[in-house]
């Protein structure tokens, strides 16, 4: 600590301009939280999180729309260090997530660093003094280090349907429910069968007058067990945490079989996800009577290939008479309603528009909000132009001193708590290591991003998405390029002793640029 606060005193002394945080954490959902309690565990005090918003969250904080809970077991959704021995259920509501995050500001005493209603419209890397202007919209904020914490769905996909304008009754987005329109007795429709839309229709089937749902893609649905935790399970999980560990271990280290070591593995063990499909098709066949019907909703491409869901509801919502599933095309919306590629128009008094987000790969997201590095790089242009590339899922060369919580091929173990804690650990490494060599500058090497990636893409050329008949999905796990970048193939182990042990000459320290 002390070699940076060295430095800093230097930098008012003609040895370049002080930035006003030694790091600038952009975003305050569980990624940014996570990140700013490992730098105050590991000492660093001068940060600040950005957040657009009034309030901390991220994703649990912007989408309430009915239904919403997390996908996987609550006991693997939480931090190793902070474990909530009364989760409702074996899956968590989002209710109970958005109050998980609020009781981790307030225990870790993060929310000072917060300031909010600050969106940061742009990153720009000044050479000259070695560190980040980042541009808001009522001003500017420098920081030595930058720290893109804006999770893995960024922003709401643009809906692009011809016609959505003129469209004259009620539009919700799903990420921005309206909670003051009354459903009740409406005739609405839905556009989109993704993670959202499964827990979203079950929900309002049960108050609108009539329901169509509009899909382009299936998806693979998983029976939900979801018991109530006993009372006494949570007394035990008081008095005995390593126990609730062990069970969170566990939890996690299910949901990282299917995500990890299935996608990963197909070629050498194909009759895993084989099976898996096998048992979905049983449950279809108990949940949709209807042949036609069941036909509609079960995917014709292989499991895995786009990310399931998981309800017991979601299925049998198609056979109550109020819902009608329309697979034909949209062709435009109308000012009264929707009009599909068969002429047929249905008319409705509320659109839903779950139409998924835009993945934090996406060229779009730097382009709205431009990150201008060395050299003239821009990320953007990097995104759209060329077959992306990380170093550990953190660094990209062209951007020094910037690193972000979930890039490229970044997804690790089963989790995204396993993920950000992965993530912070290694950041924090390479900032205590600036701090000791008083560096004012540290960009990932080429060379290192180059083999760092070309591991990763070789353990992939095998996986799942290649193997699987994936070509149907419409998939975000594939980029424009045809890769598939989301995911780190390796274990949550072999990335924790990664970020533990990777070697620093494989970053460049550079001192203050001018005495």
């Not at 070695?130 to 009522?138: I, V």
Request: glycine fraction near 8%; charge should be positive.
């Amino acid at each position: 600590m002390s070699g940076y606060t060295t430095v800093r005193k230097g930098a008012a002394n003609g040895a370049g301009e002080a930035p006003q945080h030694e790091v600038a954490i952009i975003g305050a959902g569980l990624s940014g939280i996570g990140m700013a309690i490992a730098l105050r565990r590991a000492g660093i005090e001068d940060f600040v999180i950005l957040e657009r918003a009034g309030d901390v969250g991220g994703t649990w904080r912007d989408n309430t729309y009915p239904g919403i809970g997390v996908d996987i077991p609550a006991q693997a959704y939480q931090f190793s260090y902070e474990l909530k021995p009364d989760w409702s259920g074996v899956y968590a509501t989002g209710a109970e997530v958005k109050a998980y995050v609020d009781q981790l500001v307030e225990h870790h005493g993060v929310r000072p660093f917060v300031r909010f209603h600050s969106e940061v419209t742009e990153r720009v890397w000044d050479a000259e003094q070695q560190l980040w202007r980042l541009k808001l919209s009522g001003g500017e904020v420098t920081a030595r280090f930058v720290i893109g914490a804006i999770g893995p769905f960024v922003d709401p996909k643009p809906a692009e349907i011809p016609g959505l304008d003129d469209f004259r009754g009620k539009v919700i987005q799903s990420a921005r429910w309206d909670h003051d329109y009354d459903l009740a007795g409406k005739r609405a429709a839905i556009v989109g069968t993704g993670a959202s839309a499964v827990q979203i229709i079950p929900e309002i089937a049960k108050v609108v007058g009539h329901l169509d749902v509009y899909q382009r893609t299936p998806i693979w649905v998983a029976p939900k067990f979801n018991p109530r935790t006993p009372e006494r399970v949570k007394a035990l999980y008081r008095r005995v945490p390593a126990l609730q560990n062990l069970v969170r271990a566990t939890a996690t280290g299910g949901a990282e079989f299917v995500l990890i070591f299935m996608v990963v593995n197909h070629r050498r063990v194909p009759f895993v996800a084989r099976k898996i499909a096998s048992l979905h098709e049983r449950f279809y066949r108990s949940q949709v009577p209807d042949p036609e019907l069941r036909r509609k909703l079960t995917p014709s491409y292989g499991f895995g290939c786009k990310r399931p869901a998981v309800s017991n509801t979601y299925l049998r919502a198609f056979t109550r008479d109020n819902v009608e599933l329309v697979t034909d095309s949209i062709e435009r919306v109308t000012a009264t309603g929707v009009e599909t590629v068969d002429g047929r128009r249905r008319d409705v008094d509320v659109l839903i528009l779950a139409t998924g987000f835009r993945l934090a790969s996406d060229p779009e997201n730097f382009r709205r909000t431009p990150v201008r590095g060395r050299g003239g790089f821009d990320l953007a242009t990097f995104y759209a132009e060329h077959r992306l590339q990380s170093y550990e899922g953190v660094s990209v060369p062209g951007l020094p001193n910037h690193f972000m919580m979930f890039g490229p091929y970044g997804w690790t173990g089963g989790t995204w708590h396993t993920l950000v804690e992965t993530t912070s650990a290694h950041i924090v490494r390479v900032i205590r290591e600036a701090r000791r060599r008083g560096a004012l500058e540290v960009e990932v090497r080429q060379e290192a991003t180059d083999r760092w990636t070309d591991f990763v893409r070789r353990r992939l050329s095998n996986s799942l998405w290649r193997y699987n008949n994936c070509a149907p999905a419409n998939s975000y796990y594939f980029d424009h390029h045809g890769d598939t970048p989301f995911l780190r193939p390796t274990s949550s182990l072999q990335a924790r002793r990664a970020a533990r042990k990777f070697p620093f000459e494989d970053y460049r320290f550079r001192s203050p640029s001018r005495s």
